[in-house]
């Protein structure tokens, strides 16, 4: 058996590469609870951010002790990974009774775990307490899919959040290392969705390389700067923020498609999260949706017509 050597310069330089894909952490559900928390002190919309903080900590609690579920076929996965597909596939993968299971798992954790509840949300669990296997399918296909208008407003939350849930889950079957790096990905490339945010790390050896993270499994794989990364456009992105920046996000909007990406910057906001720090930057949306830039990615913890306030006009 030989190995190569490396020189000091060949190992520092190897350690010093950003990977190409990194794993969300194992407590991530709890890291988001903990930041929705801080998040809300003197927020205007602090009752929601304190209601994701709950909905985060159920998912944590499912996560750490999930329901016995059925394994993935294995075959399955490493012919995924091999023809360079992605191995949790949405469309694939909404046919496995396993996030319906993660689903009931997570509203019996929820409701334990939150004694008073307002009544909308006491109905909307009610409603997908009481929904067959096939609406349920019906509604997670459209969010999923990005037909927001299908699906219940109400129901929004706390549905993204147990797919958010079931496929964290099922991450755990993947090996990073056989994820191989490809140019250009625009989608997740462990389940294949849209990212929510990117992020701009700060921290060796990921310093100022950004990645996106995926709306749905949260893995981040990492995608270079100064691009669209809807129509790959390099021409002139603008970063638009309000002047203090909170959360340490700016929007990277790109003249060609009309789009826009959040990205955090986390040397502004160094224990920001992406899907956290989307919710608490609404008003910065709403700034853009005025001077017709569009949101092009979800955010599954956000009822697409508004966020529990009445009279909002954004879809
Ligand atoms: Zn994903
Ligand atoms: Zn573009």
Redesign the pocket.
């Known amino acids: 058996m030989s190995s190569k050597i490396l020189e000091p310069g060949e190992i520092e330089s190897a350690a010093m590469t950003p990977p190409f894909v990194q794993m969300p952490p194992a407590d991530l559900f709890a890291q988001r609870a903990t930041r929705f928390d801080s998040l809300s002190v003197g927020h205007p919309m602090s009752a929601y951010l304190s209601l994701l903080a709950s909905i985060s900590r159920a998912q944590q609690s499912v996560l750490d002790a999930p329901p016995s579920l059925p394994e993935l076929n294995a075959t399955h996965l490493s012919a995924a990974l091999e023809h360079d597909m992605p191995p949790l596939a949405v469309d694939t993968l909404l046919h496995n009774s396993g996030w319906q299971t993660q689903l009931d798992a997570w509203l019996e954790a929820f409701t334990k775990q939150n004694e008073s509840l307002p009544d909308a949300v006491q109905a909307a669990l009610q409603q997908l307490r009481q929904a067959d296997a096939e609406q349920r399918r019906t509604w997670a296909t459209a969010l999923l899919g990005g037909r927001f208008s299908e699906v219940p407003e109400a129901l929004v939350p706390f549905l993204g959040a147990a797919l958010q849930l079931a496929w964290r889950h099922w991450l755990k079957a993947i090996d990073v290392e056989t994820i191989r790096e490809r140019e250009d990905q625009t989608e997740c490339p462990c389940c294949g969705s849209l990212p929510v945010a990117g992020v701009i790390h700060q921290r060796r050896p990921m310093d100022g390389v950004r990645y996106l993270v995926c709306s749905l499994c949260a893995t981040e794989w990492h995608y270079v700067r100064l691009k669209?990364?809807?129509?790959?456009?390099t021409r002139e992105?603008d970063y638009l923020h309000f002047d203090d920046s909170p959360h340490g996000i700016k929007a990277e909007a790109?003249?060609?498609?009309?789009?826009y990406l959040k990205q955090l910057y986390l040397e502004i906001a160094s224990d920001g999260e992406a899907v956290t720090a989307d919710l608490a930057s609404l008003d910065l949306d709403i700034r853009l949706a005025e001077q017709d830039w569009q949101r092009r990615t979800p955010n599954l913890l956000l009822a697409p017509g508004s966020e529990g306030s009445e009279g909002s006009e954004e879809k």
């Open positions: 669209c990364s809807h129509c790959r456009s992105l790109c003249p060609d498609c009309r789009t």
